[in-house]
């Protein structure tokens, strides 16, 4: 048992070995995923915060910071199943389902590879605090980290499970536009929910990013935020392991 279970994680540590070097092989990649989260921040933060800030209280662009933090790991996290989708074109896919790889590796592996990466880009752009006024005490720090890890993992998984059952690079872009920007907009990563219509607010509180977004910022001490951390967190936790349970299962009967 204790063998299966080394040879299942070392399995898992390779795969997510391959998707972290192809990730900082591809530069364009990196400067493309950090360059959405500046652009809102610079011009949707600076242009809307006159309006914005005297209905908060206080910055805009304090108030939305978790938000695009939360956007990056989002985005990040879900295309980085895209490689699913390659890897199933070029036939790696293939080449490792019919090896004696683990099937459960191959998910938890491409799902510690996105998480990685999304992780990563949210720890550049929490780097801009300083510049946007926000205000983080160390003490916070590991808060913050694990509330993006959480984020990153679920929502890596979430991407995964689409993932694994489309065809085509063309139909899960489709998908996942569909899902993604609803998903982040309902978030209350640029708005807060409390005057939202009931029902947008019922919507918002089975989106996933919601409770990123809302735990970052319940981190981060701020006064928007909807919930304590701890119950952000559990909840985080337990989509984290539905979606990673749904993505071992699909990889489970893949053929």
């Not at 360059?35 to 006159?50: E, I, S, T």
């Not at 510690?112 to 983080?136: D, E, K, M, N, T």
Request: charged fraction near 10%.
């Amino acid at each position: 048992m204790k063998k299966d279970f080394s040879y299942l994680l070392k399995a898992a540590l390779i795969i997510w070995y391959r998707d972290i070097l192809l990730f900082f092989g591809d530069k364009p990649r990196i400067v493309g995923a950090l360059g959405q989260p500046l652009l809102y921040l610079l011009v949707m933060g600076n242009g809307l915060a006159p309006s914005m800030s005297r209905g908060l209280g206080g910055s805009y662009l304090v108030f939305m910071f978790p938000g695009v933090i939360g956007m990056t790991v989002l985005f990040t996290s879900v295309f980085s199943a895209i490689s699913v989708i390659w890897d199933r074109e070029f036939g790696f896919l293939k080449e490792i389902l019919v090896s004696p790889v683990p099937r459960p590796a191959i998910a938890l592996g491409k799902i510690l590879g996105g998480a990685s990466v999304a992780f990563l880009q949210g720890c550049a752009i929490l780097l801009l605090a300083p510049l946007v006024g926000v205000s983080i005490p160390l003490t916070s720090l590991p808060s913050i980290l694990g509330m993006m890890g959480l984020g990153a993992c679920a929502l890596t998984a979430f991407g995964l499970v689409v993932a694994s059952r489309m065809e085509s690079m063309q139909g899960f872009q489709l998908i996942m536009n569909f899902l993604l920007l609803p998903m982040f907009f309902l978030s209350g990563a640029l708005y807060p929910l409390s005057n939202v219509p009931p029902w947008m607010r019922n919507l918002a509180l089975v989106d996933p990013l919601t409770y990123a977004v809302d735990g970052l910022r319940a981190a981060m001490g701020s006064p928007h935020a909807m919930h304590p951390f701890w119950l952000d967190a559990g909840i985080l936790f337990f989509v984290m392991l539905t979606f990673m349970g749904l993505a071992v299962a699909a990889f489970s009967l893949h053929e």
